[in-house]
T-cell receptor, first 110, second 111 residues
């Protein structure tokens, strides 16, 4: 099946700093989503971005499907950005399931 | 409108007992998914429903696991004869046209 790798696995930032999270995948996809899992375990949708670039406030994401990677940018980080960020993809060959990466754990400190 | 809801939020059971977990998808969403999140395995797919049928059950770990969906809406995941390795957070998601939205999960602890 498709492999999804996220980097870095852990990241510590001071409030106000910027960061880039990366997601590499091993096969063609027709769905790619970024999630933020908050301390209570809820998966919050950030972006649905099988290709192209999107922005939402301080967050933006870019997926280059032909090169099999996606990037999530966080600018001017805040303590509320802390948590785990997951990339999940649906392979073009499957009808249904998302395959998740192992996540990037972000801690934003004062 | 309301998001995906799941019940119970927490379930503690004894090894060997059966448990039922419930998922209410977003109204109108035709696709429903079950995943589970455990420390050793990360987030993994269990089963996918389109309407009331399940074209992909490939993630169910054993025949102790089953799921059904009725009326194209509510789904129940049943685990029979629970084992300690079944302890995990069980997440439900629904979608209409690609993007999946997740519920808050049910934390299952098997003693």
């Amino acid at each position: 099946g498709i492999q999804v790798e996220q980097s870095p696995p852990d990241l510590i930032l001071q409030e106000g700093a910027n960061s880039t999270l990366r997601c590499n995948f091993s096969d063609s996809v027709n769905n790619l989503q970024w999630f933020h899992q908050n301390p209570w375990g809820q998966l919050i949708n950030l972006f649905y971005i099988p290709s192209g670039t999107k922005q939402n406030g301080r967050l933006s994401a870019t997926t280059v499907a032909t090169e099999r990677y996606s990037l999530l940018y966080i600018s001017s980080s805040q303590t509320t950005d802390s948590g785990v960020y997951f990339c999940a993809v649906k392979s073009t060959g499957t009808a249904s399931k998302l395959t998740f990466g192992t996540g990037t754990r972000l801690q934003v400190t004062l | 409108g309301a998001g995906v809801s799941q019940s119970p939020s927490n379930k503690v059971t004894e090894k060997g007992k059966d448990v039922e977990l419930r998922c209410d998808p977003i109204s109108g969403h035709t696709a429903l998914y079950w995943y589970r999140q455990s420390l050793g395995q990360g987030l993994e797919f269990l089963i996918y429903f389109q309407g009331n049928s399940a074209p992909d059950k490939s993630g169910l770990p054993s025949d102790r696991f089953s799921a059904e969906r009725t009326g194209g809406s509510v789904s129940t995941l049943t685990i029979q004869r629970t084992q300690q390795e079944d302890s995990a957070v069980y997440l439900c998601a629904s979608s209409l046209a690609g993007e999946q939205f997740f519920g808050p999960g049910t934390r299952l602890t098997v003693l």
